[in-house]
DNA sequence: GCGTGTGGTTTTAATTTGAAACCGGACCCC
DNA sequence: GGGGTCCGGTTTCAAATTAAAACCACACGC
């Protein structure tokens, strides 16, 4: 029943989170929880899409720990979806993932809802690559390395 | 052909980038070319899918333009893919993805690869969310704002 | 001409997805 | 207690997608 991935690079830093929300509905499902929705209802509605397959994506995201069911606080005899800790460090790339969106998917003057800060209003600064010192960096500034390798295999 | 967003989000900037590559190996792929990967048969060979469906995400890649096709400098009759501005751009997303991956999928002391600074192999800092004054925000600290609405509808 | 490497397409089967029907408990109303 | 409704699913079945494998085409070396 699990879900697992198939090829060679299944131990890679990408490839397993992609195990885990790497379809269409999970980042939706993740970031209508980000907005505050927590009902099956309240998903299904939002995004339009099927029960089942909600009901299948809800339940992989429990079963890899991303989101949580407890009972209602309302009283109502259902229960809700919540982040757990794991879930809300989805947050960066969920705003990775809208800017470029923003960046690249709307033309220059096309409206588009917009994140910003709660505070104020304004939008977040886009997100940048920093050294451990603080220099900026590109991808071109970056290698990925394997570890010391103990087991005696090497990922990429 | 296309294939389109059915769900009644589709204008907003998490789910149109979701069509691009909101599957189980684009983002693979496009990991594969930042690692310097070009060509059909190095992909295939280092993420083992099907030739056909490399096929059709490459195609689909190139048409949403994240990657593009060139002519080997080799010498060599093919092609290569490369990634595009577009495609470079998705370089946050991809650390973000990593970041998560090694927070939450890796035991504390299960080796995996890195992503590290070129320049003195430290690790990258980890990715930070900050409003235009630079304070850092975290998920709770931000909220999505509908455009000014020109159009009459709005937008989540 | 013949075998080989590369880069695909075609064919076919298995898996996933999606729409719609169905189901069951809780609650409401009488 | 007997309907009716809302909510949160599961089941059923058709359609679309994915995957494996076979096939094909071109360039090259010999």
């Given at each position: 029943m699990a879900k697992r991935v198939s090829?060679?690079?299944?131990?890679?830093g990408v490839a397993r989170p992609l195990d885990a929300i790497g379809d269409r509905w999970s980042l939706l499902i993740v970031r209508d929880a980000f907005d505050g929705l927590r009902r099956f209802g309240e998903f299904q509605k939002d995004l339009g899409l099927a029960k089942n397959i909600l009901a299948a994506r809800l339940r992989n995201l429990v079963a890899h720990g991303i989101m949580d069911t407890i009972p209602t606080s309302d009283g109502s005899p259902y229960q809700e979806y919540v982040l757990t800790e794991k879930g809300r460090g989805l947050f960066p790339l969920l705003v990775a993932l809208r800017q470029w969106g923003e960046d690249f998917f709307f033309e220059p003057n096309e409206a588009h809802v917009l994140l910003v800060d709660r505070k104020n209003g304004l939008p977040l600064r886009k997100l940048e690559l920093r050294a451990q010192d603080g220099r900026i960096l590109g991808a071109e500034d970056t290698i990925v390395r394997s570890p010391p390798?103990?087991?005696g295999n090497a990922w990429r």
């Open positions: 090829h060679k690079d299944s131990g890679c390798d103990s087991t």
